[in-house]
């Protein structure tokens, strides 16, 4: 293998471009494939309390980023995102910048490896690492961003060609891309309505799981669960109180 080609080249020679590429729908296919795997590991591992499942994704998670940082062509995710994506006219990015990006993902996956596959120890903060993993894979599935190219970008320092979804050829939005100030005020309201939901039942609902109760102990300040240990304390003498009565 010549040494120079595998680190500067990286990804497929397709006619009419400059640089090697790869094929931006089946990145995104494989991102949605391993997203949809994840989620599912997360019901199963909440609603059957099997950690064995969390185990097998992670360790694939690992072994598939692995394989894309040598070559997409031996991606297990790869290959069924190509597979789906098979009559869909090719989007090709620059291959570089992507195999940037999934060596983050490895590098991401990585200590997840150690901490839930060889020694189950879980934290909050550990799971933090799979809920960024995850959200980095619905960004590129559902938005087309790959953070990992931002990246890349920011470390060259050199203007990138052939970037998902064409943003770095995109000089002026079409009017269908732009925002009216009602569409404006939609998006705005949503979004804080969507914040405010996920923040109120956080802070608000009773959990019933641990990781429900670490979600709900990170968004509270230290005042707030002193407040609420308090509370709960003040209502538990009361319930001893009232028992006496009897």
């Known amino acids: 293998m010549n040494i120079k080609n595998f680190l500067w080249e990286y990804?497929?020679?397709?006619?009419?471009?400059?640089?090697?590429?790869?094929?931006?729908?089946?990145?995104?296919?494989?991102?949605?494939?391993?997203?949809?795997?994840?989620?599912?590991?997360i019901f199963?591992?909440?609603?059957?309390?099997?950690?064995?499942?969390?185990?097998?994704?992670?360790?694939?998670?690992?072994?598939?980023?692995?394989a894309r940082v040598i070559s997409p062509k031996?991606?297990?995710s790869m290959l069924l995102g190509k597979f789906v994506v098979r009559n869909q006219k090719p989007e090709y990015v620059g291959g570089l910048q992507k195999r940037f990006a999934w060596t983050l993902g490895w590098l991401i996956s990585f200590p997840m490896v150690y901490?839930?596959?060889?020694?189950?120890?879980?934290?909050?903060?550990?799971?933090?690492?799979?809920?960024?993993?995850?959200s980095l894979m619905f960004l590129?599935?559902?938005?087309?961003?790959?953070v990992g190219c931002m990246i890349y970008k920011a470390i060259v320092r050199e203007k990138p060609t052939y970037c998902p979804g064409g943003v770095c050829e995109i000089q002026k939005k079409d009017p269908i891309q732009t925002f009216n100030p009602?569409?404006?005020?939609?998006?705005?309201?949503?979004?804080?309505?969507?914040?405010?939901?996920?923040?109120?039942?956080?802070a608000k609902t009773e959990s019933k799981t641990f990781f429900g109760q670490f979600l709900h102990e990170a968004i509270l300040?230290?005042?707030q669960l002193k407040k609420e240990e308090d509370l709960k304390y003040q209502k538990e003498m009361d319930q001893e109180f009232n028992n006496d009565d009897f």
């Open 11 to 41: 990804g497929e020679k397709v006619p009419g471009y400059d640089i090697t590429v790869v094929n931006e729908r089946e990145a995104r296919a494989a991102a949605g494939i391993l997203f949809m795997l994840g989620m599912i590991v």
């Open 44 to 66: 199963v591992g909440i609603g059957y309390n099997h950690i064995i499942v969390a185990r097998v994704y992670l360790a694939f998670l690992f072994l598939d980023f692995f």
């Open 74 to 76: 031996y991606s297990p």
């Open 115 to 134: 901490w839930f596959v060889l020694h189950w120890d879980i934290t909050f903060y550990k799971v933090m690492i799979c809920v960024l993993c995850l």
């Open 140 to 146: 590129e599935t559902a938005f087309g961003i790959c």
């Open 182 to 202: 009602i569409q404006k005020f939609i998006v705005g309201i949503t979004a804080i309505a969507i914040i405010s939901g996920v923040y109120l039942f956080l």
């Open 221 to 223: 300040t230290k005042t």
